[in-house]
């Protein structure tokens, strides 16, 4: 209350040996009955520090977020207003305290430092090891120390404290490393928090982005947007991706806290947690780490075979295959969209002995299902792995197979695709350009399948053979997309002008996929 609060600033300041024109013991025993008197006995104090006009005095008050009686904070507002010049006044709170700041700071008098400005870089690090006595770590295990704490100097300190009873540098290796962090995580942070705030940052803990959708699918709570204000006006070691919505984002060590913390009060919860913002997730690849983290395995890989193509088409595959290496083995082998997207990822590293194996097992297990698009998609890329070992015979029978098949025109491009190239492989050119005529008829008649697919398919190999150059372009224009700064559609131009000995052409063409 505003008496405690002016008991401890006379008790801060008595030491100063002021002139006090009433004694400080005589001015304590007034509020002794938690009266209003403390704004009375505001004259007293003004007096005794005006009174040294010489003497520089720097009052500090730490974690002032503590006090949230509106009376109190008023006194402190206007003991400020009233103190002479020669104080300066320290504040350290975890949230913006309700006091005239804006009054001060358009006078001039005040200075406002938030988590960016006390944030520590490489060189006060090796400050701070100096100062500690420490042997300085290398240059990487201290600049791997600032991300994981994002330069926060009570954790950078926290842990290099650890490394010092351990003759070693920070081992950054989990909670086990961060024991002393955690502990202050859980008295000095957690512990202060209202406790629906406590539940709010344990549920969001899940979330790698905690936005006001997704925080209120996974806590229940309609005000996230209103509680996600609160946190970051707290300082919550949290960063803003977007001011505006808010987007934040845990800093690692504290959500790695959250985490342990979450599993240790609620065994269990936390499966259901991921399952809920994985239903929530707009997009595939951002649900994918939440089904996977829920246990849902076919959720996780419906999700995967969703996103498949456009992840392959940006180099994803590694990125793929180790969301599909998390899957259970025993559960994973016999589904026939697993086998399909490892086919998939080797195909895209022209790998052509395992894709042939994986396209037959997905095929085989869509037909047994009864999938029979998905097992027309797989035996389209059978044929092409059969072709590109040289099975002519087997390409062709696909080729066959598929010619009875009412195909719609985005899967008719493969096949027409596989025509090409395996009247190439056997060396009849009007098999290749028949094909390439078939595949832009059928791109142009379905918008979806024209990048990648067309342009991986039918790249440079095609270029320099008599009669392609025209459909070569028309693919190429079915494939533009000027808004997509892609370089491999482009490409095409710079191959046809080599090909066909136009130099200049393809020279510009090449600068602008240097640009690009």
């Not at 996974?218 to 919550?236: E, I, K, P, Y």
């Not at 389209?380 to 002519?392: E, K, P, R, T, W």
């Not at 190999?461 to 559609?489: A, D, I």
Request: net charge negative.
């Amino acid at each position: 209350d505003a008496n405690r609060l002016f008991a401890a600033l006379l008790g801060g300041l008595v030491a100063l040996d002021l002139p006090w024109a009433v004694p400080p013991a005589t001015v304590l025993a007034q509020l002794q009955d938690a009266s209003p008197a403390s704004r009375t006995a505001l004259g007293p104090l003004i007096d005794a520090l005006g009174a040294r006009p010489q003497a520089r005095i720097a009052l500090v008050l730490d974690d002032l977020h503590h006090i949230t009686d509106a009376a109190a904070l008023q006194l402190l507002d206007t003991f400020i207003a009233l103190a002479p010049p020669e104080l300066c006044l320290y504040i350290g709170s975890r949230v913006t305290p309700p006091l005239s700041l804006a009054r001060w700071r358009a006078g001039g008098e005040l200075v406002e430092l938030d988590f960016e400005d006390l944030q520590f870089d490489l060189d006060a690090a090796q400050a701070l090891c100096r100062l500690r006595g420490l042997e300085a770590p290398s240059d990487d295990v201290l600049q791997a120390a600032l991300s994981r704490t994002h330069g926060w100097v009570a954790g950078l300190h926290l842990m290099l404290g650890s490394a010092q009873r351990r003759a070693g540098p920070p081992g950054l290796i989990g909670p086990a490393a961060h024991r002393h962090l955690f502990d202050y995580f859980a008295q000095e942070v957690l512990a202060e928090l209202p406790a629906p705030l406590q539940q709010f940052v344990l549920h969001s803990s899940v979330l790698p982005e905690l936005s006001p959708a997704l925080c209120q699918a996974v806590t229940g709570r309609a005000d996230a947007m209103a509680v996600l204000h609160d946190l970051f006006g707290r300082q919550l070691f949290l960063s803003a991706l977007d001011d505006a919505v808010p987007v934040l984002r845990f800093h690692d060590l504290f959500r790695d806290f959250l985490r342990g913390e979450l599993d240790r009060r609620e065994p269990g919860l936390a499966a259901q947690l991921h399952a809920r913002a994985a239903a929530a997730e707009s997009r595939a690849e951002r649900a994918v780490p939440h089904w996977l983290a829920a246990g849902r395995w076919s959720q996780a890989l419906t999700a995967l075979r969703q996103m498949a193509d456009g992840l392959l088409a940006v180099g994803g595959t590694h990125r793929l295959e180790r969301w599909l290496e998390q899957l259970p083995p025993d559960w994973r082998e016999p589904q026939a969209d697993a086998a399909f997207l490892r086919a998939l990822c080797a195909w895209s590293r022209w790998d052509w002995v395992p894709a042939r194996e994986e396209f037959q097992r997905s095929h085989d297990a869509f037909a047994h299902l009864g999938q029979e698009r998905d097992r027309l998609v797989a035996l389209g890329l059978l044929g092409a792995c059969h072709n590109a070992l040289g099975d002519l015979e087997r390409a062709e029978a696909v080729l066959r197979e598929a010619a009875d098949a009412p195909l719609p025109p985005a899967l008719q491009v493969a096949f027409d695709s596989l025509r090409a190239w395996n009247g190439l492989a056997r060396g009849d050119n009007a098999a290749v350009l028949a094909g390439l005529g078939a595949m832009a008829d059928s791109a142009a008649q379905a918008p979806g399948t024209r990048y990648p697919n067309i342009v991986d398919m039918s790249y440079g190999h095609f270029t320099g053979l008599p009669g392609t150059r025209p459909l070569m372009e028309r693919l190429r224009q079915l494939c533009h997309n000027p808004q997509s700064g892609e370089v491999q559609v482009p490409a095409l131009d710079a191959w046809l002008a080599f090909w066909h000995g136009e130099p200049e052409p393809a020279r510009e063409t090449l600068q602008t996929l240097l640009r690009l």
